[in-house]
């Protein structure tokens, strides 16, 4: 039996405790609700925790443009009504707003997907894990859907100065355009992304068309999916695609966007996928046992979001959880039943029928034939990493570490029914 993998877990609690404001659906909050489960659950006892390092403006450069970064490093709330113009420019406003600690939070998440690629560059873990990242749609020199900085690209980038090839995979229900936009034009990354497209629906990209350009043609893959989609509908095409790319692109190392939008009842999402569902492609993806980058990403109902952010991390840790969810700071959210399950049944109908799926199905894998084998990549000197993280020895006792976060209550992060403030917002992560 092959030893177990060895799990990196990258949080810090300031990423959590921004505000985007109150009518706002994304909450940061989230991912504090997220730690403390996993806290409660004791799965910290199973894996090593880093709190991740404030990735430097030269570090998100290598992506992003400099003015960019620039003017991400410089804007606040109370400086905004001087850069009116640079705000158009940036796509900052109503979606992506300026608020408190904006830079820091990036810095934050961003930090947390370079070192874990890093240290899965360097053979330190085998997985690696950071919630805080899988922001998507943000572009090369602006923000989009809630992201500023693309903190997957940057991550995918690294992980290039060791492999000759990285998959992408993208669980979201939002298309992942950043992440297929900044990589179209090369072999070197293959981008697969299963999600909701048609009716107008944020981003608005992700035609099963959409292949690639140049280099590129055919490794970007478009899953675009219908309405209501469940499980056995999600995961059956999930599995048959990705088995098929991983044996014909034959990656070095594996990016999963674990975006929890895609579970039934998201504030935003109309998917009807169940924790289970979502977590089986966890499962299937893990079973690759290549080099494992796990992030977050979408998901607006923020009770379901740490409940199954929770679950992904057991999976991942080959540990089975009880349904009851054990009392922790956040216990209240998880009200009334307390329990990881999250009620699937009668939510909406699937319009995705049998012959649509085999339709995407058949295209997705005629594209596939087309590569026919994985692309040889002349491999030079590998470039030197521009920050490894030192092992603090104090940081790797999770029993004593992130269990002080400040927790951010506010009245409006409480929300159900005539109460909810935040649902009329249509676009997302």
């Given at each position: ?110 930090g947390g997907t370079i070192d874990a690629a890093h ?311």
């Open positions: 039996m092959p030893p177990k993998e060895r799990v990196a877990y990258f949080y810090d609690g300031d990423v959590g405790s921004v505000y985007f404001g109150p009518n706002h659906p994304m909450k940061p909050h989230r991912l504090c609700m997220t730690h403390h489960l996993v806290l409660s659950y004791e799965l910290h006892k199973k894996m090593e925790i880093y709190r991740p390092h404030k990735a430097y403006p030269v570090e998100l450069a290598q992506f992003h443009s400099a003015d960019y970064v620039e003017f991400l490093h410089r804007i606040t709330p109370d400086t905004q009504h001087l850069f009116t113009k640079e705000l158009v420019k940036y796509n900052m406003g109503e979606d992506c707003p300026v608020f408190e600690n904006l830079f820091e939070f990036c810095q934050i998440y961003a240290r899965l560059n360097n053979q330190i873990c085998d997985i690696a894990i950071n919630w805080s990242g899988g922001l998507h749609h943000a572009k090369k020199c602006e923000a989009s859907g809630f992201c500023y900085i693309n903190d997957l690209v940057l991550g995918i980038l690294e992980l290039l100065k060791h492999h000759a090839r990285v998959l992408y995979v993208d669980i979201d229900v939002h298309h992942g355009d950043g992440v297929e936009e900044a990589f179209y034009f090369t072999d070197r990354v293959m981008t697969v992304s299963f999600h909701k497209y048609g009716d107008m629906f944020f981003p608005g990209t992700g035609d099963v068309k959409e292949v690639g350009e140049r280099e590129g043609k055919y490794y970007a893959i478009n899953v675009p999916l219908k309405d209501g989609i469940d499980d056995a509908s999600f995961t059956r095409l999930f599995k048959t695609i990705i088995s098929k790319v991983v044996e014909i692109y034959q990656p070095g190392a594996i990016v999963l966007q674990c975006g929890a939008d895609s579970l039934a009842g998201d504030r935003l999402g109309c998917f009807n996928l169940s924790i289970d569902g979502h977590s089986q492609c966890v499962r299937f993806v893990k079973k690759f046992n290549l080099p494992l980058l796990v992030t977050g990403g979408g998901g607006y109902t923020k009770e379901n979001v740490a409940r199954c952010w929770s679950v992904e991390t057991a999976v991942l840790l080959d540990t089975e959880l009880p349904n009851e969810i054990p009392d922790n700071d956040y216990i209240k959210y998880f009200a009334p039943d307390y329990s990881l399950k999250i009620n699937t049944a009668g939510n909406m109908e699937n319009m995705n029928s049998k012959t649509y799926l085999s339709a995407m199905k058949v295209q997705v894998l005629e594209n596939l034939r087309a590569i026919q084998h994985a692309p040889s990549v002349q491999m030079h000197e590998v470039p030197p990493d521009f920050y490894i993280p030192d092992i603090d020895e104090d940081e790797l006792n999770p029993d004593e570490q992130h269990t002080e976060d400040r927790q951010i209550q506010r009245d409006d992060e409480y929300y159900d029914g005539d109460n909810d403030i935040d649902h009329d917002m249509e676009e997302a992560v």
